[in-house]
C-alpha cells in the first residue's frame, strides 16, 4: 500500500485532527489541501421527542458534548474505540464492528433523508436522555491553505470564497 502524506489540523480551540493529504489545489498561488481524517467521523444525535415518527437532533453544542462524554466515551470503549472531540468532528479511534450486518433495527428507518445518510453505530442513555453515534456513510473531507507546511483550516467566508473553483479543479482531476 502506497503512503499517504497526513497532515495535522488544529481549529481555534486547539483541538487537532490528523488528515490523509488526497488533492493539492493550487489558487491564485495559494496551496489548498484537500484533506480526510484518519480516524473514522461520527455524529452525536439526540432523540428528544417522544414521538418515535420524530427525527433525531444532531447534538452540536460543546456544552451537551461534554455532559454526556464519560457515558459516550464508555459506551464506544465496549466496543474497542476511543472518542475523541478532533477539530472540526468528533471521531473514533479504533477498528469499527460490521456495520453492515447490524440485526438491530436503527430508529433512523423513519426518517429516510438521514437513514441514506448515516450508518447506526452506538446507542446509550444519559440522565434519561437517549443519544446515539452514527458513522456518515459519505466520507467527510476538510479544505485547508497550506502555509509553510502547515495545513491551516478556512473560515466558511474563506471556504466559500474558492468553493466554487476548487470544485471544478477537482471535478476535472476525477473525469
Known amino acids: 500500500m502506497e503512503d499517504v502524506p497526513t497532515l495535522l489540523v488544529q481549529d481555534d480551540a486547539g483541538r487537532t485532527l490528523l488528515c490523509d493529504l488526497e488533492h493539492l489545489v493550487p489558487i491564485d498561488g495559494q496551496e489548498y489541501a484537500l484533506l ?3 480516524d473514522t467521523p461520527v455524529s452525536l444525535f439526540a432523540w ?3 414521538d418515535e415518527d420524530e427525527p433525531p437532533r444532531l447534538v452540536e ?5 461534554e455532559a454526556v462524554w464519560p457515558t459516550a ?19 473514533v479511534e479504533g477498528e469499527l464492528p460490521d456495520l453492515e450486518d447490524e440485526d438491530e433495527e436503527s430508529d433512523f428507518e423513519e426518517d429516510e433523508e438521514v437513514e441514506e445518510e448515516f450508518i447506526h453505530l452506538v446507542s446509550f442513555y444519559h440522565e434519561e436522555q437517549e ?3 452514527f458513522v456518515p456513510l459519505e466520507p467527510i473531507y476538510v479544505v485547508a491553505r497550506l502555509v509553510d507546511g502547515e495545513a491551516k483550516l478556512l473560515t466558511p467566508e474563506e471556504f466559500e ?3 466554487e ?3 471544478a479543479e477537482l471535478d476535472e482531476r476525477m473525469a
Not at 61 to 65: H, I, K
Not at 73 to 91: D, W, Y
Open 131 to 133: 443519544y446515539s453515534f
Open 61 to 65: 453544542d460543546e456544552s451537551e458534548v
Open 73 to 91: 466515551s464508555a459506551v464506544l470503549q465496549e466496543q474497542n474505540l476511543t472518542l475523541i472531540n478532533s477539530a472540526v468532528t468528533l471521531t
Open 165 to 167: 473553483r476548487l470544485t
Open 36 to 38: 480526510m481524517p484518519v
Open 48 to 50: 428528544d421527542g417522544e
Open 161 to 163: 470564497a474558492i468553493e
